[in-house]
């Protein structure tokens, strides 16, 4: 059972995506907020869960995901209609869906999410042509697993210094992977990269289940005893 926080100031919006989601007998909602304060609330009341939040609500997106992360908890972003769902895929949010959602696509979006995938939106999805996925294709094959693990932490919006740290390694080597990441797929800096990733979806979802078991190691290991 995948708990689930909704967290919108549209009451109407709010309780017909409450409706779709509670037709879902693997999907139980939890929480229902109408502010920051109480999705806060509720995200630390509720470790574990899957909060789906509004941009409407305005929140500090720094501060969400590093709480959704202390929480082990994932989030999913109900986007306007006219914003970018790459600016909260590149910041670590692991599924994004537009105000124009139907049902169907919220629900597979909310159990990819809860799987440990990245939901990427149908619009993203439909502008591939065949050859990109050629194109895609190839550039996995290429990368080593070492740097594949870069990729996928650079599409979670991480920095040099904090890759560094989580493959145990220096920045200076970091860099030094990133100009081979960069000659590879054709891209000139990070933000290339991660929108060159996600918009080609064999690459996008080796990235996603890379990140998803470099969770489950970093989980696994053993901590350190002083």
Same mark, same amino acid.
């Given at each position: 059972? $995948?708990?689930?926080?909704?967290?919108?100031?549209?009451?109407?919006?709010?309780?017909?995506? @409450?409706?779709?989601?509670?037709?879902?007998?693997?999907?139980?909602?939890?929480?229902?907020?109408?502010?920051?304060?109480?999705?806060? *609330?509720?995200?630390?009341?509720? &470790?574990?869960?899957?909060?789906?939040?509004?941009?409407?609500?305005?929140?500090?997106?720094?501060?969400?995901?590093?709480?959704?992360?202390?929480?082990?908890?994932?989030?999913?972003?109900?986007?306007?209609? $006219?914003?970018?769902?790459?600016?909260?895929?590149?910041?670590?949010?692991?599924?994004?869906?537009?105000?124009?959602?139907?049902? &169907?696509?919220?629900?597979?979006?909310?159990?990819?999410?809860?799987?440990?995938?990245?939901?990427?939106?149908? #619009?993203?999805?439909?502008?591939?042509?065949?050859?990109?996925?050629?194109?895609?294709?190839?550039?996995?094959?290429?990368?080593?697993?070492?740097?594949?693990?870069?990729? @996928?932490?650079?599409?979670?919006?991480?920095? $040099?210094?904090?890759?560094?740290?989580?493959?145990?390694?220096?920045? #200076?080597?970091?860099? $030094?992977?990133?100009?081979?990441?960069?000659?590879?797929?054709?891209?000139?800096?990070?933000?290339?990269?991660?929108?060159?990733?996600? *918009?080609?979806?064999?690459?996008?979802?080796?990235?996603?289940?890379?990140?998803?078991?470099?969770?489950?190691?970093?989980?696994?290991?053993?901590?350190?005893?002083?």
């Amino acid at each position: 059972m $995948n708990k689930i926080i909704l967290a919108d100031s549209q009451a109407i919006f709010r309780a017909g995506t @409450a409706k779709v989601l509670a037709m879902d007998e693997d999907l139980r909602i939890i929480a229902q907020c109408t502010d920051l304060d109480r999705m806060h *609330h509720a995200v630390t009341t509720f &470790p574990g869960s899957i909060v789906i939040f509004a941009t409407s609500l305005r929140p500090d997106l720094t501060r969400l995901r590093l709480l959704l992360e202390t929480a082990g908890s994932r989030g999913i972003v109900i986007a306007e209609n $006219n914003e970018s769902a790459n600016t909260f895929l590149l910041q670590g949010f692991r599924g994004v869906v537009f105000r124009s959602v139907t049902g &169907p696509a919220l629900v597979e979006c909310v159990r990819h999410v809860a799987a440990g995938d990245t939901w990427l939106p149908p #619009q993203l999805m439909q502008t591939e042509l065949p050859e990109d996925d050629m194109v895609g294709t190839r550039v996995r094959d290429r990368l080593t697993p070492k740097e594949m693990r870069i990729v @996928a932490l650079i599409v979670q919006g991480c920095k $040099n210094r904090e890759i560094a740290v989580r493959l145990k390694t220096t920045e #200076q080597v970091i860099k $030094n992977y990133l100009r081979s990441i960069y000659d590879k797929t054709g891209v000139s800096d990070r933000l290339e990269l991660a929108l060159f990733t996600i *918009h080609h979806r064999v690459l996008a979802q080796a990235a996603a289940e890379v990140g998803s078991r470099l969770e489950v190691e970093e989980l696994a290991a053993p901590t350190a005893v002083a």
